[in-house]
Every structure is written in C-alpha cells, then in structure tokens.
C-alpha cells in the first residue's frame, strides 16, 4: 500500500464549477500538509499548507485535514481555465523532513 | 517568497557521458536540498537528501555511484548524472525548505534530461 493515495484524474470540469481534490494517506505520524499545483514542464509551484488538522483559506483555494480520517481535500472555487494542470498532495512527518507525495491529480478547466 | 532556481532548464546529451544539474538556492541559505525525479504521469520520487558540507543520504534503490550529489555550499547543491544511458531520461527537481521556523519547502523548475 502507497503511504498517499491520490486519484491521478484525469479531472474534467467546467469554467466557474468547485473542483474538489483529495488524497488520502496511512502513515499517522504525518503532521505537515501541503498542496502544490504542477504545469506542464514545471516544477512544482506552493499553493498551501497547513499543520495538523482544520482548515485554511487562500483566495479561491480551501485546504482541509482531517488527520481522524487520513484524508486531506483541497477546494478551488470559480474555476478557471488557467487552473488547468496538476495538482499534488505531498506531506511529511516533521518540517524538515522527506515529502511524500501523491500521484498528482490531472484537472482540466474548459471554458 | 523563496525563490530556487535550476540550471540547465533542459538538456540533451550522449548515452555514456555525464551531465551536471545545478540548484540553487536565491534569497536563502539552503543546509539541506532534496531531488526527486518525476516520471511521465507518476509522482515525484525522492532520490536523496543534501546535505551541505557531508555526504548525501541516498533512498534505496538510487544508485549514489551514477547520480553523484555535492553541496559545497549553503546555496548551492549539484546533482551530476554519470555515464548516462536513455533509462535516465526525466525530469529532475530540487526542493530546499527556506530557513528555520519556515515549514514549506520550495522547489525548483526542474531540468530535463534526454540521454539520446
């Protein structure tokens, strides 16, 4: 079993429509989770992180933990079209440690 | 924000030679860098830590002796690929988190490599 479990999409949806991400993990001792969006030829571009479980707001982007759960979501609202790229849950035991990243989720915005 | 940057963006090279990647890191001093490698569709696999001033740590089943890490200073680390063959063909990518009491970690813009 992969320590993060993360849909690879691909993830089709309309211009302005909630796309709603997850990824879900095994390890209990993660604490520090981030989301990172990916375009093509790229590297990976921070778009939020948070500590243990709640909730965090950024703009159009919400990033919940559930650490009970093993289950991490991030939301971005109105969706546009220059959302369209990879998005990937990655998180880690302690702030200086490895990552452990998910698959990377394929969202594709049409307008 | 901190910034990381990567040198060369792409590269093309021979099967049997070696190739040098640079990161670094701009506005922060970076003792610790890591490089994953990203395969088509797959997730970013850590290859090693770097460690500046000590030896790189390796994950298993990355061969220390083929991707020769040196972090000779606090912003700069180096990934060299040696006698590279076509199964080395990817994107690679260093990550450095910005300084202590910071938590993220930022990475770099990844190299392509296409050992032809």
């Known amino acids: 079993q992969k320590e993060v479990e993360q849909d690879p999409g691909p993830l089709s949806v309309p211009e302005g429509a909630i796309v709603s991400l997850n990824c879900t993990y095994s390890n209990s001792a993660f604490q520090y989770f981030m989301w990172y969006r990916q375009y093509s030829r790229k590297g990976p571009e921070l778009l939020m992180y948070t500590y243990s479980s709640g909730n965090k707001e950024d703009g159009r982007f919400t990033a919940q933990v559930d650490k009970s759960s093993k289950y991490i979501s991030l939301f971005i609202r109105d969706s546009q079209p220059s959302d369209s790229a990879t998005y990937r849950c990655?998180?880690?035991?302690?702030?200086?440690?490895?990552?452990?990243f998910g698959a990377g989720t394929q969202v594709v915005v049409t307008p | 924000g901190a910034v990381v940057s990567q040198h060369p963006s792409r590269v093309i090279c021979k099967s049997g030679t070696s190739v040098k990647i640079e990161c670094r890191s701009l506005?922060?001093?970076?003792?610790?860098m890591f490089w994953y490698r990203q395969f088509p569709k797959k997730s970013l696999m850590l290859m090693a830590t770097s460690n500046e001033g000590s030896k790189a740590t390796y994950e298993q089943g990355v061969e220390k002796d083929k991707f020769l890490i040196n972090h000779a200073s606090l912003t700069l680390s180096t990934l060299t690929v040696t006698s590279a063959h076509p199964e080395d063909s990817s994107f690679y990518i260093c990550?450095?988190?910005?300084?202590?009491?910071?938590?993220?970690?930022?990475f770099g813009p990844g190299t392509r490599l296409t050992v032809t």
């Open positions: 990550s450095a988190p910005p300084g202590q009491g910071k938590d993220e970690q930022y």
């Open positions: 506005d922060f001093q970076a003792t610790t």
């Open positions: 990655a998180m880690t035991t302690d702030s200086w440690g490895k990552f452990q």
